[in-house]
């Protein structure tokens, strides 16, 4: 399978479904409208997307199924790269080769911008189409991956890293919550809104927690900062986090022997998501 046909092909699925969420950039508060397009359009990866693509596929749905939750679990991620790119956050200047939202549109537009990204997320969820109930439980799956147990307590205890090299089980809690949640939500939602049963969402939750944790190692080790707190890279240096990081990658993989076949496109993703170059 090529997993770069397989996201540029799923991502003009999502870009679709995010186009007709989104009020037009024009559209009055024009200003607000503009910022929440500026870091969406054309976006990054759309990893998360493709993997509730992929997560509806594994039980046997066709990947438009999972279009709603592909498209809440993109604008969530988006939101957070905003909120974290603040000057209050990270300060940074540059995301997805662009200005960040706040140094294009203001810091004031830019939370705003990033809180209506958040709302859209819910928004487009619970408009579906699918069963009601399912749609229901997709939100409170994606709810719980963007709160204060997951999303937002990441990032609360990321940011109260002292500078001392963190022990690996707690960089690891941070991983969990501020980068695996979002994507095990993904995975999970696919399936759910796919038909999964109980069984089969558990086993994919499970390979979407490992496969996020080994993303964010994988991304620690692209970004070659050795000064950052909450990395492995810094725990137990770049070896250390390459091993941990394919420990991880087995571990999730295992958890998909079930499925067979059908979960081909997940497989690929999570091998590209732990050794991609960018
Ligand atoms: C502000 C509530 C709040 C949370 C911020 C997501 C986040 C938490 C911070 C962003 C910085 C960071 C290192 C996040 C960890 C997850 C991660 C590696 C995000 C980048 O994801 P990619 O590589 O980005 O999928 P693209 O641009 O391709 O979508």
Redo the contacts with the bound molecule.
């Keep these: 399978m090529d997993v770069a046909a397989y996201l540029a092909e799923r991502s003009a699925l999502v870009d679709a479904a995010l186009e007709r969420a989104l009020p037009p950039a024009d559209a009055p508060p024009a200003r607000l409208h503009a910022a929440m397009r500026h870091l969406l359009f054309p976006?990054?990866?759309?990893?998360?997307p493709a993997l509730a693509f992929a997560g509806a596929e594994a039980v046997g749905a066709p990947a438009e199924r999972a279009l709603p939750v592909a498209a809440a679990v993109e604008l969530v991620?988006t939101y957070?790269?905003v909120?974290?790119d603040l000057p209050c956050?990270?300060d940074d200047d540059e995301r997805?080769g662009r200005p960040t939202v706040h140094v294009a549109y203001g810091e004031a537009t830019a939370v705003l911008a990033g809180d209506a990204l958040l709302a859209a997320a819910f928004e487009v969820l619970a408009a579906g189409p699918g069963p009601q109930d399912r749609l229901l439980a997709a939100t409170r799956l994606v709810a719980e991956a963007a709160g204060s147990r997951a999303?937002?307590g990441?990032?609360v205890d990321d940011l109260a890293f002292g500078p001392d090299p963190a022990d690996a089980a707690a960089v690891e809690s941070v991983h969990r919550r501020?980068?695996a949640a979002l994507i095990a939500a993904a995975v999970e939602g696919g399936a759910l809104l796919g038909g999964g049963d109980a069984a089969a969402r558990a086993a994919l939750r499970a390979f979407g927690v490992e496969t996020g944790i080994a993303?964010?190692i994988a991304?620690d080790l692209l970004d070659g900062d050795a000064d950052e707190a909450c990395s492995l890279v810094r725990t137990l240096g770049v070896d250390g986090a390459r091993a941990r990081a394919e420990s991880l990658l087995a571990a999730a993989l295992g958890r998909l022997e079930r499925f067979g076949e059908r979960a081909e496109p997940l497989r690929e993703l999570a091998r590209f998501a732990v050794r991609r170059d960018r």
């Design positions: 976006g990054g990866k759309r990893l998360r991620h957070s790269l909120h974290d956050m990270d997805r999303l937002v990441g990032q501020k980068s993303f964010q991304d």
